[in-house]
């Protein structure tokens, strides 16, 4: 059964530094790995997807990698401000028939202004 | 353009009762998803529709959940009788096309039951 695990489960920066968040999965037959961010009370917003034969995909400030085989993920985020303050949720994709998203329980951050 | 939306955004109501949750998918989308968010478990997938059918649904927890998808812009997830333990947010998402495409979240339905 595939674990999805996001290490550190909370973190808090002043604002302006660059981070990163990891994300680790134990099964590394995955069709795809989707980065989001949820704001208290709302839904899930998609930041990045990357697909199981990409390495890296990068949106404004937003970077992230996969390494596939090692059955890890990190999302960078550069020059970091309030507004970024959120929890962030890795999620799998699995390979083969099956459909579905299987999530981290999510790194809470805080930007200090 | 639209999200998916979801309704209501909040409701509460005492154990015993039947509970139904709603969910419109993005005109267009042809994959919708159920996932229950707790504190204890995060997110969880409860089931799946491709096309407007059931494609998976090992995730629904009893036989006390049900859910239906009459046609592409509709679902509904029903909890009857309901308990203290399906205390939580459901999510609704849609898809569009292929697998490769992300799925697009609605805001939930957080649920309370007393």
């Known amino acids: 059964k595939q674990e999805v695990t996001q290490i550190p489960a909370a973190l808090s920066v002043p604002e302006g530094e660059n981070l990163v968040l990891n994300c680790s999965f134990t099964?590394?037959?995955?069709?795809?790995l989707q980065w989001f961010r949820q704001d208290p009370g709302k839904g899930l917003t998609s930041l990045l997807l990357?697909?199981?034969?990409?390495r890296e995909q990068t949106s404004g400030r937003l970077n992230a990698s996969l390494d596939k085989s090692s059955g890890r993920s990190t999302l960078y985020i550069a020059a970091s401000q309030p507004g970024d303050s959120a929890t962030y949720l890795c999620?799998?994709?699995?390979?083969?028939?099956?459909?579905?998203?299987?999530f981290g329980k999510g790194t809470h951050l805080i930007i200090q202004p | 353009d639209a999200g998916v939306i979801q309704s209501p955004r909040h409701e509460v109501t005492e154990m015993g009762q039947e509970v139904t949750l709603r969910c419109k998918p993005i005109?267009?989308?042809?994959?919708l998803f159920w996932y229950r968010q707790t504190m204890m478990r995060g997110l969880e997938l409860l089931i799946y529709?491709?096309?407007?059918?059931?494609?998976?649904d090992s995730g629904m927890p009893e036989d006390r959940f049900s859910a239906k998808m009459p046609n592409a812009s509709f679902s509904t997830l029903k909890i009857q009788p309901s308990e203290p333990r399906d205390s939580a947010v459901y999510f609704c998402?849609?898809?569009?096309?292929?697998?490769?495409?992300?799925?697009?979240f609605g805001d939930g339905t957080r649920l309370s039951i007393l």
């Open positions: 998402a849609s898809r569009q096309g292929f697998r490769n495409q992300p799925q697009h």
């Open positions: 099964d590394s037959a995955i069709y795809n």
């Open positions: 990357i697909q199981s034969s990409q």
């Open positions: 999620a799998v994709r699995p390979g083969g028939g099956a459909d579905g998203l299987t």
């Open positions: 005109s267009g989308h042809n994959s």
């Open positions: 529709f491709n096309n407007n059918v059931p494609i998976d």
